[in-house]
């Protein structure tokens, strides 16, 4: 019976990874959360008191400003370690 043949190639070893740590900056996560808090606060300003009037000129643009501020929050939340 023939022999099988024996490997010759090395067993595969990953590369080493750096040891450095990434930290998210520091005004990072308090401008996440204002924009957050901003953001619901337009919301519900717009359907608490519709008449003021900064908020009565935007009509139904409120919203998308509102939805603007969380979303900013949230693209920034993807750049948070």
Do not use: D
Not at 9 to 20: E, H, L, N, R
Not at 29 to 42: E, N
């Amino acid at each position: 019976m023939p022999k099988s043949h024996t490997r010759k190639k090395a067993v595969y070893t990953p590369p080493q990874k750096s040891q450095q740590v990434k930290v998210s900056p520091r005004w990072l996560a308090p401008v996440m959360v204002a924009t957050w808090i901003i953001g619901i606060l337009w919301i519900a300003l717009y359907y608490v008191a519709p008449n003021i009037p900064f908020i009565k000129t935007l009509a139904n643009w409120n919203l998308a400003v509102g939805f603007g501020f969380i979303i900013f929050g949230v693209v920034l939340s993807t750049r948070w370690r």
